[in-house]
DNA sequence: TAGGATAGCTACCCATCAGTATGGTCGAGG
DNA sequence: CCTCGACCATACTGATGGGTAGCTATCCTA
């Protein structure tokens, strides 16, 4: 059964050409960080299928095909594990903030453009646990720190929607609302993406941007369409009933 | 006088802002479905301060002012009382829905009122139950009953969303998509209102409705302001530097 | 080949908490 | 005054699960 672990992380019997004497510790030192890392993608994936309260480190061990303990020799509290999920996850969004910060574009394509990465973000893996962890569960201290990300987040949205109103790009709005309507709606994937996967994480983030950018109100030239509408609309309800 | 935990717990509390009808029971009050209501609201409001797993039975007992074994006396399991304040709290959505149902205006206004009380139920007490409760949490039973309840109220978006462009009052757009986003934005007030309350849910929900119906691309001729765009994100990036 | 660092396991501790057994108090009806 | 039943408390059980102690095996360096 135990086939003493040689096989899944690396095999790392080959010959090395050169034998620097330090060559084999800063192997291991990578080793346990790719190890480490897959112990929090396993936890990741865990709190995503049943919630951080109903899976235990067993449980996140039993899937790597090793122990407790040597869970806890690469984390030192579940807590602690919890935490790195929910790191790695907003890390996604602020690396789409930078990205976008010099591009060359009207205010709402930079929004757009990070709603994009946001909504991919949250459809991934840590998604769950950026969105859905609760910092109710977290020490003070962490819950801190997390908060001070999720505002950071809240805030970089919120600025991008007060340049596009300056830029004339985005329809004069209350900032502060028209992030939280956002942001709900995206992080709200997280929710319901697990049971209906037909679409990417980017293809729903684009559906989303189409939305928001038009909104539901028929826009001016609506009337001049009305009777292509119509038509759609025929052949759309006979393919709802 | 029961001189037995009068004393203790500090007989003269009256600050609590809801009264405890334990204290009325000295009045002989005694209305079983006032005090079971007066549990599932408890805990409601735990849930809400602490999340479901960091709230055991006896810190909603505690706020009742009684013990453990008298709030099973109200209800059978834990569970159930979680499932008590779901149903709650999607109850007054689909009340929203049985209210417009008749109302003799275009979709989109029919959708709006929905949207409106949706977003109040949110805000409301038993808002994070409903909202925040995972399904995992619950059993085999109460989950399908609970994703029935949730399925309901998505398809009753979606329909009203068909209906707008049908009629014409809603721009053509992915029903499904769209109800996930609007659902999605209003959910997430549960997770941010507790700390801003600076705003009633009516006014949240209103502000959202303004904003989904208007679009974040300005209407009207806005579009050929790019020469200014650019100078003004000039300043900016000067700004940000 | 010794000795230390690395890495993992078995077996255990113990705090928490859902849920219960049991028995006491009090008002009402006889 | 006595009993019945509704209501509630004390004090417990049992299981789950986070976290640890301590042993073992392997590899690296000397």
């Known amino acids: 059964m135990n086939s003493r672990r040689a096989s899944p992380p690396a095999p790392g019997k080959q010959p090395v050409p050169v034998a620097s004497p ?77 990205d976008v910060r010099h591009l060359e574009v009207p205010a709402r394509e930079r929004l757009n453009a990070v709603l994009r990465h946001y909504g991919e973000a949250v459809a991934s893996e840590f998604g769950w646990c950026m969105v859905r962890a609760e910092d109710q569960d977290l020490s003070p201290a962490m819950s801190r720190h997390i908060k001070a990300l999720k505002s950071e987040i809240d805030h970089g949205i919120r600025r991008l929607i007060r340049e596009g109103v300056q830029d004339g790009s985005i329809e004069p709005c209350d900032p502060k609302m028209t992030a939280f309507a956002l942001a709900g709606a995206l992080n709200w994937i997280a929710h319901w993406y697990r049971e209906d996967q037909s679409l990417t994480g980017a293809q729903i983030a684009e559906a989303f941007v189409t939305i928001f ?16 509408e119509r038509i759609r609309r025929r052949a759309r309800s006979a393919l709802a009933r």
Chains 1, 2 share one sequence.
Do not use: M
């Open 22 to 98: 330090w060559r084999a510790s800063r192997e291991r030192l990578r080793d346990r960080a790719v190890k480490r890392e897959a112990v929090i993608r396993a936890a990741a994936r865990e709190f995503n299928r049943k919630g951080y309260h109903n899976t235990s480190l067993d449980d996140i061990a039993a899937r790597l095909e090793v122990t407790k303990p040597t869970v806890y020799y690469y984390v030192t509290s579940k807590e602690q594990l919890l935490f790195q999920c929910f790191v790695a996850g907003v890390e996604q969004i602020r690396a789409a903030f930078r």
């Open 213 to 228: 950018e038009g909104g539901l109100r028929p826009r001016g030239s609506a009337s001049r369409l009305s009777a292509r």
